[in-house]
T-cell receptor, first 114, second 106 residues
Framework: DGGITQSPKYLFRKEGQNVTLSCEQNLNHDAMYWYRQDPGQGLRLIYYSQIVNDFQKGDIAEGYSVSREKKESFPLTVTSAQKNPTAFYLC?????????????FGDGTRLSIL | DAKTTQPTSMDCAEGRAANLPCNHSTISGNEYVYWYRQIHSQGPQYIIHGLKNNETNEMASLIITEDRKSSTLILPHATLRDTAVYYCIVGGKLIFGQGTELSVKP
């Protein structure tokens, strides 16, 4: 089945530690996105990538980093510079980029600070 | 991006049609209307989108008024699994408002 796979489902981070969230898609989509969702809130865009080897900052990129070395993979690193990382992280993809296509989401990763 | 207005909550009996309204009076001529839903603790799910014509897919129908200032998402035969928060979005950027919390009851 085609889709987006995020792992792990739950992740715990110690203070001062970097963690990387995985996102893989087998939909052959060009564009991929990372969002953060806090309880009772909407989505906030962290980073997006319209094509391999290219990505742009979203609205809340500080404290995060990404890479897009392969079309199917768009990992997100939450660095120690992100002071409030506890949230629900969602990865999405669309056929083409720049927000003009429907986006398809993974099941998310819940990150908590120990 | 244009703003949308949706009722906070709605109830629907199982098996009946659920009609979810959305106002988007400031929509621009080239902006699409998108509908997504989010079931608790899961990622959002794309439902349907349209520009000016009515659209139908295996999940739902989308009715857009002629002036494009409002639209209605129709789930023709709601089931308990359709209980979720439904978001109407204009333009491509996913700025989720409060959405409509739909409760489908037996």
């Amino acid at each position: 089945d085609g889709g987006i796979t995020q792992s792990p489902k739950y992740l715990f981070r110690k203070e001062g530690q970097n963690v990387t969230l995985s996102c893989e898609q087998n939909l052959n989509h060009d564009a991929m996105y990372w969002y953060r969702q806090d309880p009772g809130q909407g989505l906030r865009l962290i980073y997006y990538s319209q094509i391999v080897n290219d990505f742009q900052k979203g609205d809340i990129a500080e404290g995060y980093s990404v890479s897009r070395e392969k079309k199917e993979s768009f990992p997100l690193t939450v660095t120690s510079a992100q002071k409030n990382p506890t949230a629900f992280y969602l990865c999405a993809s669309s056929m083409q980029g720049a927000f003009n296509q429907p986006q398809h989401f993974g099941d998310g990763t819940r990150l908590s600070i120990l | 991006d244009a703003k949308t207005t949706q009722p906070t909550s709605m109830d629907c009996a199982e098996g009946r049609a659920a009609n979810l309204p959305c106002n988007h009076s400031t929509i621009s001529g080239n902006e699409y209307v998108y509908w997504y839903r989010q079931i608790h603790s899961q990622g959002p799910q794309y439902i349907i989108h349209g520009l000016k014509n009515n659209e139908t897919n295996e999940m739902a129908s989308l009715i857009i008024t002629e002036d494009r200032k409002s639209s209605t998402l129709i789930l023709p035969h709601a089931t308990l699994r359709d209980t979720a928060v439904y978001y109407c979005i204009v333009g491509g950027k996913l700025i989720f408002g409060q959405g409509t919390e739909l409760s489908v009851k037996p």
